[in-house]
């Protein structure tokens, strides 16, 4: 039904339909699909048409074909008979059959001398009215950072905005959905500009600075917003690092990803990630085992707390550093384990904080993110000595310790 230009049809609940099997609503198609061994009659073609009778078009398709009586009825009614095989090639068998392929084909072949047209055009437009050498550079390398810092804001999201929920301030939540929403419509109209003629370099050129200046004002006010509950910078940076697959945008190129080799400064930077997430995942043990404490006697915690003591100790050794991290390969091997690691710590965290604020009794209920805090400093001072908090030291991540 799609090949046929049909492009909304679905197929249909299992028996709800009256015997329908599949429908376009916007073309007002009704379809049915037997798989016989024998060939299908002038009943069922009859039943069709009469579960069908509100529908413009009756499509049938059947793996054992047709009897003459079923052609010769449907050539009279019009209704379109087609046979497919096991491998789901499909045929007309009926003059309305054949119609509708022909038209689909007619349709088909305009269209693709439609688009010729209109890229010939394109590319006419640009030969005559070059585009200034400041929006190639807005284009070609802010734009594609902005982009990926906003897609970055998209997937983390959800983590932010059940802090910022959490915060209470619900004001606040709304004026960054308002500004979410304005850079989406930012985006979306610049991809539009792209696709049509003419170009207007000048009101894109200031459309392209207003995406960018605007992505990263959200990332700005969030990690002002959300100083004292979660890293923001370092979970856009995590989320970058997997949505861009270590791929940089060809200049001139934007659909052509090209995948450079890890730097020094590549591994330095991941380094320090995997060692800020390993502080969280420690502080997280230190937090279960307080709640294990206070939640001795609670069931609504006993049932759960098996489950989130296995979690802590599948996402540990996703953490333990190997003594080979040497070349790309064995990069992106490190960084697929960090970023893992990363999302299942936030993963875990989240679900901590839903137990125990809706834990029965109010009495009960905790901060379990201020409890993750206050672990956090302990375990790092616990620790020390350790290679992780020294590196994340030294890149002034955290303070020195008293």
Not at 88 to 97: I, T
Not at 114 to 122: F, G, V, Y
Not at 250 to 258: E, H, K, M, T
Request: proline share 4%.
């Amino acid at each position: 039904m799609h090949a046929l230009g049909f492009s909304d049809a679905k197929t249909t609940v299992g028996g709800a339909d009256g015997g329908i099997d599949a429908i376009s609503e916007t073309y007002r198609v009704a379809a049915q699909v037997k798989n016989y061994v024998t060939a299908v009659g002038r009943p069922d073609i009859q039943r069709l048409a009469g579960a069908a009778h509100g529908y413009a078009e009756h499509l049938f398709y059947a793996l054992s074909g047709y009897s003459q009586a079923a052609r010769d009825y449907a050539d009279e009614r019009g209704i379109a008979l087609f046979s497919f095989d096991e491998t789901g090639a499909v045929s007309p068998e009926s003059r309305r059959a054949s119609e509708l392929n022909e038209k689909h084909k007619s349709n088909s072949r305009a269209e693709r001398v439609m688009a010729k047209h209109t890229e010939l055009q394109r590319a006419q437009h640009l030969r005559e009215n070059e585009s200034p050498s400041i929006w190639d550079h807005e284009r070609h390398t802010e734009y594609p950072v902005a982009v990926r810092r906003h897609l970055s804001v998209i997937e983390m999201w959800p983590e932010f905005e059940a802090r910022l929920r959490a915060l209470g301030d619900g004001a606040q939540l709304d004026e960054f959905e308002q500004l979410l929403a304005g850079a989406f419509r930012l985006f979306d109209e610049q991809e539009a500009a792209e696709r049509v003629i003419p170009r207007h370099w000048d009101i894109e050129l200031a459309r392209l600075e207003a995406y960018r200046a605007l992505v990263f004002q959200i990332e700005s006010r969030l990690t002002f917003a959300l100083r004292s509950e979660v890293d923001v910078r370092g979970l856009l940076d995590l989320a970058e690092f997997d949505g861009a697959s270590r791929s940089e945008i060809a200049s001139g190129s934007p659909n052509r990803p090209v995948a450079p080799l890890a730097t020094q400064d590549d591994w330095d930077h991941l380094w320090r990630r995997r060692a800020t997430v390993m502080v969280r995942l420690g502080a997280l043990r230190y937090a279960m085992a307080e709640l294990d404490k206070k939640g001795r006697f609670k069931p609504h915690w006993t049932v759960r707390s098996p489950r989130f003591n296995q979690e802590l100790s599948e996402i540990a050794p996703l953490l333990e550093r190997q003594s080979f991290w040497v070349g790309p390969d064995h990069f992106n091997v490190r960084y697929a384990d960090t970023t893992a690691a990363a999302n299942r710590t936030i993963e875990l965290e989240t679900s901590l904080t839903g137990v125990w604020q809706n834990m029965p009794k109010p009495k009960d209920r905790l901060d379990i993110v201020s409890l993750v805090n206050a672990q956090s400093e302990e375990w790092m001072l616990d620790n020390a000595p350790r290679e992780e908090v020294r590196a994340l030291r030294a890149a002034g991540f955290i303070p020195a310790p008293l």
